[in-house]
């Protein structure tokens, strides 16, 4: 029997999954079909990108002289998955993944300016997503629109940070400057090797500088 559901497994909670007994997806997602089929089947332990019978798992722990504590590392959350780890860190070792090191550091320090995928759909006239979105492929298209300027880089440098904050005139930042409600949309490793510092840093500026700025009506 087939059912229309909310996936779980991603921040997007898309509406328009069906699935059916057995774990088939359908709604065009190929991150969903991958975890629904996980879900439905017993996962295997796996050491790297090998398989691992119980047999072995259990000399390898002893060898290795492993924690019988499980280290969890994450990098995108939903707010559920955020509230289960923080029930479960009793139990658990909470590990932040290394990428994404630089955004935390610059938000404990200097808070951050958000907004809700509703608002960046109906009122953003620019988009810059930054970064690998694998993670949560159906993102980018459902944050595109005719009216919006869309760009998109694999990862942002300095240069191009402070390209962006106004240094290229003829750069494709250009228009993103000029329009009226601007998002910026952080993926995985989304800043250049050796800079995700000074990266995370001046981009965040940007975002509290743009929204400081008073709007002005056009006719």
Same mark, same amino acid.
């Given at each position: 029997?087939?059912?229309?559901?909310?996936?779980?497994?991603?921040?997007?909670?898309?509406?328009?999954?069906?699935?059916?007994?057995?774990?088939?997806?359908?709604?065009?997602?190929?991150?969903?079909?991958?975890?629904?089929?996980?879900?439905?089947?017993?996962?295997?332990?796996?050491?790297? %990108?090998?398989?691992?019978?119980?047999?072995?798992?259990?000399?390898?722990?002893?060898?290795?002289?492993?924690?019988?504590?499980?280290?969890?590392?994450?990098?995108?959350?939903?707010?559920?998955?955020?509230?289960?780890?923080?029930?479960?860190?009793?139990?658990?070792?909470?590990?932040?993944?290394?990428?994404?090191?630089?955004?935390?550091?610059?938000?404990?320090?200097?808070?951050?300016?958000?907004?809700?995928?509703?608002?960046?759909?109906?009122?953003?006239?620019?988009?810059?997503?930054?970064?690998?979105?694998?993670?949560?492929?159906?993102?980018?298209?459902?944050?595109?629109? %005719?009216?919006?300027?869309?760009?998109?880089?694999?990862?942002?440098?300095?240069?191009?940070?402070?390209?962006?904050?106004?240094?290229?005139? %003829?750069?494709?930042?250009?228009?993103?400057?000029?329009?009226?409600?601007?998002?910026?949309?952080?993926?995985?490793?989304?800043?250049?090797?050796?800079?995700?510092?000074?990266?995370?840093?001046?981009?965040?500026?940007?975002?509290?500088?743009?929204?400081?700025?008073?709007?002005?009506?056009?006719?």
């Amino acid at each position: 029997m087939q059912k229309t559901i909310v996936c779980p497994f991603c921040p997007l909670h898309c509406d328009n999954v069906i699935v059916d007994g057995q774990g088939w997806v359908s709604g065009g997602c190929g991150s969903a079909c991958e975890d629904f089929q996980a879900a439905f089947t017993a996962a295997p332990a796996r050491l790297r %990108d090998q398989t691992v019978d119980a047999p072995q798992l259990s000399r390898f722990v002893s060898e290795l002289q492993l924690s019988p504590v499980p280290i969890v590392e994450f990098g995108w959350l939903s707010i559920e998955q955020a509230k289960r780890l923080h029930d479960l860190q009793q139990r658990i070792v909470v590990k932040l993944q290394s990428g994404a090191a630089a955004d935390a550091q610059t938000i404990a320090r200097d808070g951050f300016d958000s907004a809700t995928l509703a608002d960046l759909k109906k009122h953003a006239d620019g988009v810059l997503a930054i970064g690998d979105f694998e993670a949560i492929p159906q993102l980018l298209s459902t944050l595109k629109s %005719d009216r919006a300027t869309f760009v998109t880089r694999d990862t942002l440098s300095a240069d191009a940070v402070a390209s962006l904050r106004g240094g290229d005139t %003829d750069s494709e930042f250009v228009k993103l400057r000029e329009s009226r409600y601007l998002g910026v949309v952080v993926g995985n490793r989304p800043y250049e090797p050796g800079s995700e510092v000074a990266c995370a840093e001046s981009l965040y500026r940007f975002v509290r500088e743009r929204n400081g700025q008073p709007i002005r009506d056009t006719e």
